[in-house]
């Protein structure tokens, strides 16, 4: 027996090693059943979802929602349990991927969300309630019994309840995800902004047009070519945001400083600047584009100067109306009528009363329209809140034959380390890429993937960029974007030569900003644990992008758990006193041994190779060098410094550069963690110095 699907293709089929299909049945509840002769279930159509659920159907670990409608197929928003195991809508699109319900700048406790309830089950029962492992929850606005409901996750990237009114036979939401919606990610594609004017639509921006007029979600194209090096300029957009693709932000910094850190970064598409509390956004891409009232922020995109001098009408910023009715696609244009100043008083009295009684024709029609209609008229109610920034994620998974053919059977080696090799790789789209193989992860693969996919949707630019995971079997293996110019290691001990001064002294500040983001900013409270130049790369500009984050465990914000690190190990000569104690972790391990690197930085040489008497070990010889840095500062002779610093430089260095390094090293050096300042604090004195 085979059971196809409307366009012919096989969904499930009897196995000739198993009992044969004795029958269908298509229960009361609307589940088509696959029997035996036993009446044992072969199959049901309930384990196998599209965009509807029905009353006791089910979403769970393998079972998800697809938006699906043969009229859009660009949609690409899916409802399923994530890695986290919370219930979630997600954009699933061709080049990113990422979460927008429940809300991703909140944690799972804001959101009212249970993290890592393995069940992983949801279900819709016969009142219209909604219950969820994770603790998610709702219920139609007609509660009860007798009302038949079916739950939607429409083209649009909207959940929607749907009751049928048994009147008319037609459908009315009962309950939505989004009651206003610019926040579903995706809806106005690349380059697009939403905004409301009242009703929501899509915009192109200044220098941009519609890719499809027929598919918004194809977003805008610019109609100019920006290359690195052209003489550039910003077109201003208030009171508009572009969630996600952040490169970097900076906290209390000027918009010229903004405006600058942009114009100075190739890697930069625009900026957004919020007048409070002064925060800087450098963007590497415009997606998820909105346009609210009141919202304090402006965005700046980048164009060349020479589109810039070019005459612009309003008719460059091409408009579209989305109406109630999905399937009905429509332009929207405005002109502007002008008088000349002649005839009467009754002139403009009857053309009042013209324009009223169309006005109040088309209420009327509207209204007999929206009662009509045999479909969901409301369904199609757009969403839009106010949203704010997710990391936008490339991460994936692959196959392990996929890295094998990549890294041509693993044969490039670019280093080893603790946890495993690593080896350049090519993916099929010409990507450039470092493949980890892992060695020890006793993780399953589910619990594997679960904590992988936390790191690979962080993104910043001093952070190597996980890719993606591949965990098949006894393979664990990571993907990151491949950093040119190898480890600091490598060029402060190595035989790459010697890093110039304004090269250590940019590492310094690089990895300060890092830190900050993995302690203070992301969604989980991430300790490095590792932090050493090993572990921190130098792309082709030398700029710093730490490694290897995330292989400690992942901490919720406020929370330290003693035993959950007993499986991680520093590095002897960069870990802190307090990990020979039974004392709990914090960050400020990271923040000790940043002052190491410090240090390194500032000396060219390994701090525990000054540990010459062999009975003097790597810490005693740090103590000792604290204390002489401490003691060296306290005086206003300066002439210690050109024989603390690496002699490599050959005295090309500034000096109040050093002493700040040395400072700040000092102050990450201290033996009692609550003494350490958090690396906000670091960041914060790098930026005041500048």
């Known amino acids: 027996m085979v059971l196809t699907d409307y366009d012919g293709t096989v969904v499930w089929r009897t196995n000739a090693l198993s009992a044969e299909a004795d029958h269908a049945e298509l229960m009361d509840s609307g589940n088509l059943v696959m029997k035996?002769?036993?009446?044992?279930?072969?199959?049901?159509?309930?384990?196998?979802?599209?965009d509807t659920l029905l009353p006791g159907q089910p979403v769970t670990a393998t079972a998800k929602l697809v938006s699906k409608d043969l009229s859009h197929p660009s949609s690409y928003y899916t409802l399923c349990f994530d890695n986290r195991y919370?219930?979630?809508?997600?954009?699933?699109?061709?080049?990113?991927?990422?979460?927008?319900?429940?809300?991703?700048?909140?944690?799972?406790?804001?959101?009212?969300?249970?993290?890592?309830?393995?069940?992983?089950?949801?279900?819709?029962?016969?009142?219209?309630?909604?219950?969820?492992?994770?603790?998610?929850?709702?219920?139609?606005s007609d509660w009860g019994l007798e009302i038949k409901r079916r739950l939607t996750l429409d083209y649009d990237g909207n959940l929607r309840l749907y009751s049928l009114d048994e009147f008319d036979r037609s459908w009315y939401v009962s309950w939505v995800a989004f009651s206003q919606p610019c926040d579903i990610h995706g809806l106005c594609g690349w380059n697009g902004i939403c905004e409301y004017s009242p009703t929501p639509r899509c915009s192109c921006p200044p220098g941009y047009v519609v890719s499809d007029p027929s598919d918004w979600s194809k977003g805008c194209k610019p109609v100019f070519n920006l290359t690195c090096g052209q003489r550039t300029g910003f077109v201003r957009i208030p009171e508009t945001d572009f969630w996600g693709s952040d490169l970097n932000y900076t906290m209390s910094t000027s918009m010229h400083t903004c405006k600058?850190?942009?114009?100075?970064?190739?890697?930069?598409?625009?900026?957004?600047?919020?007048?409070?509390?002064?925060?800087?956004?450098?963007?590497?891409?415009?997606?998820?584009?909105?346009?609210?009232?009141?919202?304090?922020?402006?965005?700046?995109?980048?164009?060349?100067?020479?589109?810039?001098?070019?005459p612009h009408t309003s008719d460059s910023v091409f408009h579209h109306g989305h109406a109630c009715d999905a399937s009905n696609k429509q332009t929207v244009s405005y002109t502007t009528h002008t008088n000349d100043g002649q005839g009467t008083m009754w002139h403009y009295y009857y053309w009042f009363l013209a324009v009223f009684f169309l006005v109040e024709v088309c209420f009327i029609g509207s209204g007999w329209w929206f009662m009509s209609r045999q479909h969901s008229a409301r369904s199609e109610i757009w969403a839009a809140e106010e949203g704010y920034r997710v990391v936008t994620d490339h991460f994936r998974s692959f196959t392990h034959k996929e890295l094998r053919r990549a890294t041509k059977n693993f044969k490039e080696e670019l280093g080893h380390g603790r946890h495993g090799s690593v080896y350049k790789g090519i993916l099929h789209d010409s990507r450039v890429v470092a493949v980890k193989k892992l060695n020890d992860v006793k993780q399953g693969e589910d619990e594997f993937e679960a904590e992988v996919s936390v790191i690979g949707k962080i993104y910043h630019m001093y952070l190597v960029r996980v890719m993606g995971v591949c965990s098949e079997r006894s393979h664990r293996l990571l993907v990151y974007e491949y950093v040119e110019n190898g480890s600091l290691a490598m060029f402060l001990f190595g035989d790459k030569g010697p890093l110039q001064w304004h090269q250590r002294y940019r590492v310094a500040a690089g990895v300060a900003k890092g830190l900050a983001y993995?302690?203070?900013e992301c969604m989980d409270w991430i300790i490095h644990c590792d932090v050493k130049p090993e572990n921190i790369l130098l792309d082709m500009d030398f700029?710093?992008?730490?490694?290897?984050?995330?292989?400690?465990?992942?901490?919720q914000r406020g929370q330290a758990d003693p035993g959950s690190m007993s499986k991680v190990r520093g590095t002897r000569g960069?870990?802190?006193?307090?990990?020979?104690?039974?004392?709990?972790?914090?960050?400020?391990?990271?923040?000790?041994?940043?002052?190491?690197?410090?240090?390194?930085?500032?000396?060219?040489?390994?701090?525990?190779?000054?540990?010459t008497d062999g009975r003097e070990d790597a810490e005693a010889a740090l103590r000792q060098l604290e204390w002489t840095i401490k003691e060296k500062m306290e005086s206003d002779d300066l002439t210690w410094i050109d024989g603390f610093v690496d002699p490599r430089l050959e005295g090309d260095f500034v000096y109040s550069e050093v002493l700040l390094m040395l400072e700040v090293a000092a102050l990450c050096l201290e033996k009692e963690k609550s003494q350490r300042p958090s690396m906000n604090h670091v960041v914060q004195k790098f930026l005041s110095f500048d």
């Open 86 to 140: 919370v219930l979630s809508l997600a954009y699933e699109g061709p080049d990113l991927s990422n979460h927008y319900w429940p809300n991703p700048d909140h944690s799972s406790w804001m959101n009212y969300r249970i993290s890592y309830n393995s069940s992983r089950r949801a279900v819709l029962d016969k009142l219209g309630q909604f219950v969820a492992t994770d603790n998610t929850t709702f219920r139609a």
């Open 543 to 555: 700029d710093p992008k730490i490694s290897d984050f995330g292989f400690a465990k992942l901490l």
């Open 36 to 50: 035996d002769q036993g009446g044992n279930i072969l199959w049901q159509s309930f384990d196998h979802p599209t």
């Open 518 to 520: 993995l302690h203070h």
């Open 574 to 611: 960069y870990m802190a006193p307090e990990w020979v104690s039974t004392a709990p972790l914090t960050e400020k391990v990271d923040v000790y041994s940043y002052g190491v690197v410090l240090l390194e930085l500032v000396m060219g040489s390994r701090v525990s190779e000054r540990a």
């Open 260 to 310: 600058e850190m942009c114009l100075g970064s190739c890697a930069c598409v625009a900026f957004e600047y919020k007048t409070f509390p002064n925060a800087c956004f450098l963007k590497s891409a415009l997606f998820n584009g909105k346009t609210l009232p009141g919202y304090p922020g402006t965005a700046y995109l980048k164009v060349p100067e020479s589109f810039l001098s070019q």
